[in-house]
């Protein structure tokens, strides 16, 4: 079955419960169009993070539909590991391969999944790794890096998979603070080039000056969403003026 409209993603009353009477998600609709920096913001335990891993099924979802690109993802027919390389992940804790160098770490799944050369892929980390700055880490192992240097290797690694979107879950947390601008940079610069993007994050700074689209989620449910100048200086829900109160 087919959606109607042309968002890449489209999320339909999007229900999961953990356990009976832990409601994780309650009825989500979310829309994402190709080329949008989606925002999700709101307080610890609203389920920010189910809903982002929903949408590449590492959460199975209780009720409810997801579609990419108009494909059911509950269809059999839809291959769930093809779907997965089209979303790129990067977590908060970056989850790189700790006995893998850094260009092995980007070029292990293009090769492995994408079929690419070992040349080819090597070029192309390269190439990623220069956009960085990174290219003199090639040959080095993760643990001798910094955590920012980790996390914008983690992002590299996924744009290494051509993927059609990338989710983050909250990329900056795990941070040091004085980290945390050199990759809110490199995903300002993947925004710029249009790269469509599902971040959770507690950067509200960052949510109002790059989102195209702030979603605020409480309790399971999505209680509004906007343009960042909206929702930000106009918030409707009191419980995202209650939210904002604390975190701006
Ligand atoms: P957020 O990312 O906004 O902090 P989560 O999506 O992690 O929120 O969690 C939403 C709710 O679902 C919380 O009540 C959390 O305790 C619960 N939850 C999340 N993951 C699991 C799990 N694997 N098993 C049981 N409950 C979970
Ligand atoms: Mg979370």
């Not at 970056?94 to 770490?105: A, C, E, I, R, Y």
């Not at 955590?147 to 690694?157: C, H, L, N, P, T």
């Not at 930000?232 to 009191?238: G, K, M, R, S």
Request: charged share 25%.
């Amino acid at each position: 079955m087919a959606t109607s409209n042309n968002a890449l993603i489209s999320v339909r009353q999007l229900t999961k419960e953990f356990r009976r009477g832990v409601v994780a998600l309650d009825h989500c609709d979310l829309e994402v169009y190709r080329g949008e920096v989606v925002a999700i913001i709101g307080p610890s335990g609203s389920g920010k993070s189910t809903l982002l891993r929903s949408l590449n099924l590492l959460e199975q979802p209780t009720s409810g539909a997801i579609y990419f690109d108009g494909a059911d993802l509950a269809d059999k027919s839809v291959n769930i590991d093809l779907h997965r390389q089209k979303m790129g992940m990067v977590f908060q804790h970056f989850n790189l391969f700790p006995h893998k160098t850094v260009l092995q770490n980007i070029t292990m799944a293009p090769v492995a999944l994408k079929k690419k050369t070992p040349q080819e892929a090597r070029q192309q980390a390269m190439t990623l790794l220069e956009r960085i700055g990174l290219a003199d880490k090639a040959d080095e192992y993760p643990n001798m890096l910094s955590g920012g240097q980790k996390q914008r290797i983690a992002i590299v690694r996924s744009l290494a998979m051509e993927p059609e979107v990338l989710l983050f879950d909250e990329p900056t947390s795990a941070l040091d603070p004085e980290m945390v601008g050199e990759v809110l940079d490199l995903m300002r610069s993947l925004a710029a080039d249009g790269m469509t993007m599902v971040v959770v994050t507690h950067e509200m700074g960052f949510a109002r000056e790059v989102a195209s689209r702030v979603v605020f989620m409480a309790d399971g449910r999505i209680l509004e969403e906007g343009a960042p100048a909206d929702l930000f200086d106009h918030p409707q829900d009191p419980r995202l003026k209650d939210f904002l109160s604390k975190v701006l």
